[in-house]
T-cell receptor, first 114, second 116 residues
Framework: DVKVTQSSRYLVKRTGEKVFLECVQD?????MFWYRQDPGLGLRLIYF???????EKGDIPEGYSVSREKKERFSLILESASTNQTSMYLC?????????????FGNGTRLTVT | AQSVTQLGSHVSVSEGALVLLRCNYS??????LFWYVQYPNQGLQLLLK??????LVKGINGFEAEFKKSETSFHLTKPSAHMSDAAEYFC??????????????FGAGTRLFVKA
């Protein structure tokens, strides 16, 4: 089974802090994704990456950046955390085999910015 | 850009009753569609996917979905609800990225409540 591991389950940070959310997958998947999940809005794509050092903006990239230095690891960075970034963050991975590849998700990181 | 719309943010059924969760898609090309389920305090897991091989797709836990091109719909059903089906359900569609990758776009989700 594919395992996608997010480093923290809960995180509390202060406004203005730089925040790193880490995600690691163990199945050699090419694609990795960061979503945020908010009630009534479903999952919104922040950034995704289909190869090492490659990244593409999703629907809501403002205030975020990402890093993919190794195939198995995809980091989400909040350069200066703000209260409107309080949310559940979900990492996912998939094979680069086409549009029919399903996503495999981690259990999420619930971030609170105070 | 492709998108999906889920009708109804909350659905409540009695145990043993039919479950029907609605999803409509918007796509200019044949879509790749998915249903995912999220149990409390967990990430999402795949229920089923449509890849044009058959219009009726069977998934895990007794769920199935029917692709109807004429109605641009991909509704999720289960003949008899069980208490353990209480969860949030997401419809999703795959789309091509701008620089070579693929991405998945999700609907807003439908929370299913099952009454004893």
């Amino acid at each position: 089974d594919v395992k996608v591991t997010q480093s923290s389950r809960y995180l509390v940070k202060r406004t203005g802090e730089k925040v790193f959310l880490e995600c690691v997958q163990d199945m050699d998947h090419e694609n990795m994704f960061w979503y945020r999940q908010d009630p009534g809005l479903g999952l919104r794509l922040i950034y995704f990456s289909y190869d090492v050092k490659m990244k593409e903006k999703g629907d809501i990239p403002e205030g975020y950046s990402v890093s993919r230095e190794k195939k198995e690891r995809f980091s989400l960075i909040l350069e200066s955390a703000s209260t409107n970034q309080t949310s559940m963050y979900l990492c996912a991975s998939s094979l680069l085999s086409g549009l029919n590849s399903p996503l495999h998700f981690g259990n999420g990181t619930r971030l609170t910015v105070t | 850009a492709q998108s999906v719309t889920q009708l109804g943010s909350h659905v409540s059924v009695s145990e043993g009753a039919l479950v029907l969760l609605r999803c409509n898609y918007s796509s200019s090309v044949p879509p790749y569609l998915f249903w995912y389920v999220q149990y409390p305090n967990q990430g999402l897991q795949l229920l089923l996917k449509y890849t044009s091989a058959a219009t009726l797709v069977k998934g895990i836990n007794g769920f199935e979905a029917e692709f109807k091109k004429s109605e641009t719909s991909f509704h999720l059903t289960k003949p008899s609800a069980h208490m353990s089906d209480a969860a949030e359900y997401f419809c999703a569609v795959s789309d091509q990225g701008n620089t070579g990758g693929f991405k998945t776009i999700f609907g807003a989700g439908t929370r299913l409540f099952v009454k004893a």
